[in-house]
């Protein structure tokens, strides 16, 4: 059973900076994720396609500037696309989504309100594009009940169907129980989407793969609506240590929000809940009393500090001699 990455920072993630993203952000964030290999990535203001005209979110950039900035990254291998309110649909906002080159466009509402939804979902069909489903307040129905409405919804024609904890208040027994029904009803691939209120996120999107969901939504350091969803570098890195999600370049992931995202964000006053560094060592096992000397190491070699953190530790964890710290380091040259 695999499992595949859906990153969600540039839709969910704008809500902590009102309804969407800068373009310089934007750009910096498609670079980012592009570079490192995340396979779907969902963009554009916090409310989808069509809500800067449809619902006043013009906090935001317009729907063309962010289509316009998606256009150079279209050639990376990621598939790229917007959220859609199934409440706001037009036909004109997915024929905008299709000649941008846009691959999906994913339909939201809350569970239980599937009819509203098979109108714009046979629009992008008709389009030729991926239609993508939230089942939003999923918890709103039993699961019995919500795969029921997943049945509906593939019949629709639809491609994926996402669980999203709305409000994070599931537990991880909810979470698999939700995931493991939806699986069992439907053919097409179940994503879960969870946000970190209780903080069980992880938790519960392990429990969501261990039931067969084939997609995990995530954000970048965590950013989404209210209390974040599962940061997408934490994502990646548990999933690595289960054998997936191994076409992601995670180190170049933590680089690029050490580098460049984490300062951009500090003028909104974000500030990443689990820190890169902080990340390396629940992946490899390092202790955090061995960190002045691997930064030491590090920086007099040039070499990456969580590349050398996670080789070392594969070799002791307990207490990593200097003359191995060094031989490592001149290795990863």
């Known amino acids: 059973m695999s499992v595949i990455l859906m990153d969600c920072t540039l839709r969910d993630g704008a809500n902590v900076v009102g309804k969407g993203f800068s373009a310089e952000l934007t750009d910096m964030m498609l670079d980012g994720l592009t570079a490192c290999g995340v396979p779907i990535i969902e963009l554009g203001n916090a409310g989808g396609i069509g809500a800067y005209e449809v ?16 256009k150079k990254y279209l050639n990376r291998g990621s598939q790229l696309g917007m959220f859609l309110n199934a409440k706001r649909y037009q036909e004109k906002s997915v024929a905008l989504a299709k000649k941008n080159g846009l691959s999906f466009l994913r339909v939201g509402a809350d569970a239980g309100d599937a009819d509203v939804a098979l109108q714009p979902i046979q629009g992008i069909k008709k389009y030729g594009m991926k239609a993508f489903y939230s089942l939003m307040k999923a918890y709103l129905l039993t699961p019995h009940e919500l795969a029921e409405e997943g049945k509906k919804l593939e019949a629709a024609g639809l491609d994926e ?24 009803a439907v053919s097409i691939p179940v994503a879960f989407h969870g ?12 429990a969501a793969y ?6 995990l939504d995530c954000g970048l350091m965590g950013m989404a609506r209210s209390a974040g969803n599962l940061a997408t570098e934490l994502c990646v890195a548990i999933m690595q240590r289960l054998g997936q999600m191994q076409e992601i370049d995670l180190y170049e992931m933590l680089d690029f929000i050490d580098q460049r995202l984490q300062p951009a964000m ?20 390092c202790h955090s009393s061995f960190v002045k000397k691997f930064k030491a190491v590090a920086a007099e ?18 207490a990593p001699a200097d003359a191995v710290i060094a031989r490592i380091a001149d290795s990863l040259q």
């Open 55 to 70: 619902a006043g979110f013009t906090d935001a950039e317009t729907d063309q500037t962010y289509l316009e900035i998606a």
């Open 161 to 184: 169907i996402t669980i999203m904890d709305s409000a994070g208040t599931m537990l991880p027994s909810q979470a698999a129980a939700y995931t493991r029904e939806l699986v069992n």
């Open 195 to 206: 946000h970190n209120n209780l903080g069980l996120s992880a938790a519960n999107a392990i």
């Open 210 to 215: 261990e039931n067969g969901a084939s997609i």
């Open 266 to 285: 500090e003028t909104h006053h974000y500030h990443n809940p689990v820190s890169p560094l902080d990340l390396t060592l629940g992946l490899t096992g």
């Open 301 to 318: 070699k040039r070499v990456n500090l969580y590349r050398l953190i996670t080789e070392v530790s594969a070799i002791d964890q307990k």
